[in-house]
């Protein structure tokens, strides 16, 4: 069953270029910040200045004047690049390298890059409909979940797959559900579970749609 092939990951190395380019601007990004933030280099605002112009706000769909006129769809991307801190940043690139591996062996570094692209759209749009407030969001969290999300359906569909397993993978996005609930009280509501809950269920329809079919898993 192929939830369980992806085990096999780790004796597969697929071209993970892609993987490394994403961690890699995240990282850099969030040095150069947290230096400033200590008065190391460059000023003690440059993060309030980086958030302004990379941050998602959902003030910005609908009366507010963006900073360049692109604004309003760049941070539907710009802000998966972002992070609160590098606490935030840790978590989440953890997590990245994780779900990533075995996306890259079941889909190749091409269709994982969509992937990401499409669920990182898709947690910017899951916020853009449920954010109750006008605060911002920043994070990769949406695209984590969104690759999850396909991990999750692939093995869903796969035909291997009995009810068992199946069984198994609907009590596990009740669990997820669940977690962002209890995460969400545990932090204040400082959680941005719509950004959550869109990329998932973008990675959940976009995975099966662009993965191969179990014989033509990628291996190189």
């Known amino acids: 069953m192929e939830w369980r092939a992806f085990a096999l990951e780790a004796k597969l190395k697929p071209n993970r270029f892609f993987l490394y380019l994403l961690i890699t601007a995240c990282c850099v990004i969030e040095i150069a910040l947290s230096v400033a933030d200590h008065g190391l280099l460059w000023s003690t605002h440059l ?12 003030g910005l769909l609908g009366n507010w004047q963006p900073n360049y006129s692109a604004q309003p769809y760049t941070m539907f991307l710009t802000h998966s690049f972002l992070h609160s801190g590098p606490i935030h940043l840790t978590v ?4 990245l390298w994780s779900l990533a591996r075995p996306v890259l062996v079941r889909m190749g570094q091409g269709k994982f890059l969509v992937l990401y692209v499409a669920t990182t759209l898709g947690g910017g749009a899951g916020f853009a409909l449920f954010a109750p407030g006008l605060q911002p969001m920043v994070g990769a969290s949406g695209a984590l979940f969104g690759l999850l999300g396909a991990l999750m359906a692939c093995a869903f569909v796969h035909p291997d797959a009995d ?3 199946r069984r198994h993978i609907s009590l596990t996005v009740l669990a997820l559900a669940g977690f962002n609930l209890v995460l969400w009280w545990a932090l204040g509501g400082q959680l941005a579970w719509q950004a959550h809950l869109g990329g998932f269920i973008v ?4 995975g099966p749609l662009i993965a191969p079919t179990p014989d033509n898993e990628h291996t190189e």
């Open 92 to 95: 989440n690139m953890i997590t």
């Open 163 to 165: 009810k068992v397993d």
């Open 203 to 206: 990675g959940w329809i976009a």
């Open 47 to 58: 993060r309030r200045l980086v958030l302004e112009y990379g941050a998602f706000w959902p």
